[in-house]
């Protein structure tokens, strides 16, 4: 099969379409034939520093959505002919810029049929990360105000829309020429984070996707007793200190495999509350490609191979 190897660590110029055997599954895994296979901001800084994977040789890549072929002993959820889409494995590799994968069939779900597979290949990283922190952790929820930090991009597209579906308010940052599909997604109140002197208040769930420095600038808009969830390096020393001097509260979060978080979001897209936005596909043998395009922030939605 193909499939996409590194030997070093560093640019997308590392990355190598190779030739390698075809896993089998073992008891309670499928083997999936990927049809497209999602990219998101923790590849490139695995790709860069290793990361979860450690040192190279290795094969980035966590989102897959494809056709299972085969069901190993004691699969159960999916099985043979079926088109799904999860998120295997992570943090550990799951191998899915690939042309077949193996993981437990549990981490996986069917996919909708109104669902391309594109689209199907966007949503298991990003939509749980958002599904994990909005539900599981804060329990958004009709009432109150919920701030999504990067609301355009690939997580943050997929927050807004969880958020609204459960009845909040929600405040979110883009550049100003990004707040017309702010606003398609349902966002009450565009912020343009390039403005300085832009304010928010009254803020029962932060939900930061950018990083320290902004979770300090938009940590006075958090009410005491609020909770800021920190996505991309957790919750730094400074964060946490500044937000118990206002009485509020923090969780860090890592997502992981979560056959019900990915019912959930299958829920929502077929009742039409959540769609997944992709801006581009490259074929496999593209990934350098795409890696630079991602890269260089200035995409909204996702990314995806398809191969």
Known sequence: MRIVTQQALGGPEVLRVTEAPRPEPGPTEVLVRVRAAGINPVDWKVRRGGGFLGEPPFTVGWDVAGVVEQAGFGATGVQEGDEVLGMPWFPRP??????????????????????????????????????????????????????????????GHLAVQIAKA???????????????????????????YHDEGATASDVDVYFGLVGEESDLRWLPAIKEGGLLIGVPSGVGDRVEKAAEARNVRTRRIL???????????????????????VERTFPLEDVAKAHELGESGRVSGKLVLTV
């Not at 077949?100 to 199907?120: D, Q």
């Not at 997502?255 to 936005?277: F, S």
């Open 166 to 192: 459960r009845g909040a308010h929600v405040i979110g940052t883009a550049s100003a020429k990004k707040h017309e599909f702010l606003r398609e997604l349902g966002v009450d109140e565009p912020i343009d």
């Open 255 to 277: 997502v992981e495999p979560d056959r019900g978080g990915l019912t959930g979001l299958v829920d929502l897209i077929e009742a039409g509350q959540l769609k997944v936005r």
């Open 94 to 155: 799951a191998n899915a810029y690939a042309e077949y994968v193996t993981a437990p069939s549990r981490h996986f779900v069917r996919k909708p049929a109104g669902l391309s597979f594109a689209e199907a290949a966007a949503l298991p990283l990003a939509g749980l990360t958002a599904w994990q922190g909005l539900v599981d952790v804060a329990d958004v929820h009709k009432g109150q105000r919920a701030f999504v930090d990067a609301a355009a991009g690939g997580v």
